[in-house]
């Protein structure tokens, strides 16, 4: 039982680069998060998965597409990288919509 | 919105002596809170949480912290800190009235422990 997994556990980008990052769980949640985490402003939430085949922004959307590919996989995409999007993002699931929210190890992603 | 503060940017110990962390939250409804504590190189973990009931709640590894209502407070505690206790530690909140925003948690700025042996 491995929980939450995230790949890649690094990654540099070129400003203007696209990439996704990918992120699956193996505890039959429903829900699924997405947040990053910048120094002193703790995580903030960017997109959530109520359930499959849902999805919702949350408080920094911006630049940054989602997709529920099926009940195990949530994946997060950046179209055109900015250097603010230099962070550590954090993937989340929680059995139903709750704030009991289990994490994944995380992705470095810098931009240059 | 709800929003949640946390005073101490970095906290530095030794050995023994005693923590508490101040976490305020500004909210006009009913919230949910919680400790998270990250510890070098790993992810998230849930320390403890407040949901209803006793508003004194204990932890893992002898962590404690304390809903003040009137004063929308949720301060963590520990009488003795370990080496072991060094990490960053988030509050966070969520709306108790459920709905599709059940989910969605605020976080404060964390606080990074260092413990000296």
């Known amino acids: 039982n491995a929980g939450v997994t995230q790949t890649p556990k690094f990654q540099v980008l070129k400003t203007g680069q696209s990439m996704t990052l990918q992120c699956a769980q193996d505890m039959n949640h429903n829900s699924m998060y997405w947040y990053r985490q910048d120094p002193g402003m703790g995580l903030r939430l960017i997109y959530y998965s109520a359930s499959e085949g849902t999805t919702d922004k949350g408080e920094v959307p911006n630049g940054y597409n989602v997709s529920r590919l099926n009940k195990r996989e949530f994946s997060l995409r950046l179209e055109s990288a900015a250097p603010s999007q230099t962070s550590v993002y954090f993937c989340a699931s929680s059995e139903h919509v709750s704030p009991r929210q289990f994490f994944g190890p995380g992705t470095r992603l810098t931009v240059l | 919105a709800q929003s949640v503060s946390q005073h101490n940017h970095h906290v530095i110990l030794s050995e023994a002596a005693s923590l508490e962390l101040g976490c305020n939250y500004s909210?006009?409804?009913?919230?949910?809170l919680f400790w998270y504590v990250q510890y070098p190189g790993q992810h998230l973990q849930l320390l403890l949480k407040?949901?209803?009931?006793?508003?004194l709640v204990k932890g893992i590894k002898g962590f404690e912290a304390e809903f003040i209502k009137s004063k929308f407070s949720f301060n963590l505690r520990k009488p003795s800190v370990q080496w072991s206790d060094t990490a960053e530690y988030f509050c966070?909140?969520?709306?108790?009235?459920?709905?599709?925003?059940?989910?969605?948690?605020?976080f404060g700025q964390g606080t990074i422990l260092t413990v000296h042996p």
């Open positions: 966070a909140v969520n709306d108790r009235a459920g709905g599709t925003s059940y989910g969605k948690l605020t």
């Open positions: 909210y006009g409804g009913t919230v949910n």
């Open positions: 407040y949901f209803s009931g006793d508003p």
